[in-house]
């Protein structure tokens, strides 16, 4: 792989890293959460963050058009490392504990989306790239509700979780 040289390089690099993340959400880790969950609430979440999660992939597309380049997603270490450290624990799990897995998994997903799409912003900024920086924006601020959805939910199903444990 040539080496990054410049900072348009190294936003495309992590325009394609996210891009990769995105689309795995969309084909692949999204529906499979959906069909294993419990909670009504936290499936009715999933299925809304698919839809807007398809939303990301044509804005980050669109990113990459408005800069001239065609969309091409990087293999993206950091999420291949999350989702094989969800899959584990899953494995070592009870089968009544799905649920705190998968919003644990859900929760770390979105801080390290969080984190990507408030670099690749930075970045769009300091390259005068201002419809990047609106797409990107529109993207984080889904990534931020979602998170706080994540954590509502969460609470509710640890508590649940800890009270039926207590009673039994």
Do not use: W
């Not at 009715?44 to 597309?61: A, C, D, F, I, S």
């Not at 009544?96 to 990507?116: C, K, P």
């Not at 920086?133 to 931020?144: I, M």
């Amino acid at each position: 792989m040539p080496e990054i040289a410049s900072p348009r390089e190294l936003f495309l690099h992590e325009l394609g890293d996210i891009l990769y993340v995105e689309r795995e959400l969309v084909e692949e880790t999204l529906p499979k959460l959906i069909g294993e969950v419990q909670d009504a609430e936290f499936k009715k979440g999933l299925e809304k963050h698919l839809g807007e999660t398809r939303q990301h992939v044509e804005n980050v597309e669109q990113v990459f058009r408005s800069l001239d380049e065609e969309p091409q997603a990087e293999p993206c270490l950091g999420f291949d490392g999350l989702r094989k450290e969800h899959d584990k624990l899953l494995e070592e799990s009870s089968s009544s504990l799905v649920d705190l897995v998968d919003l644990g998994a859900a929760a770390r997903t979105e801080n390290y989306e969080i984190a990507a799409y408030e670099a690749l912003r930075r970045m769009a900024k300091a390259l005068g790239e201002e419809k990047a920086v609106g797409l990107l924006d529109e993207n984080l601020q889904q990534e931020k509700e979602a998170l706080r959805e994540v954590e509502k939910i969460a609470t509710r199903v640890s508590n649940e979780s800890t009270k039926e444990l207590a009673s039994a």
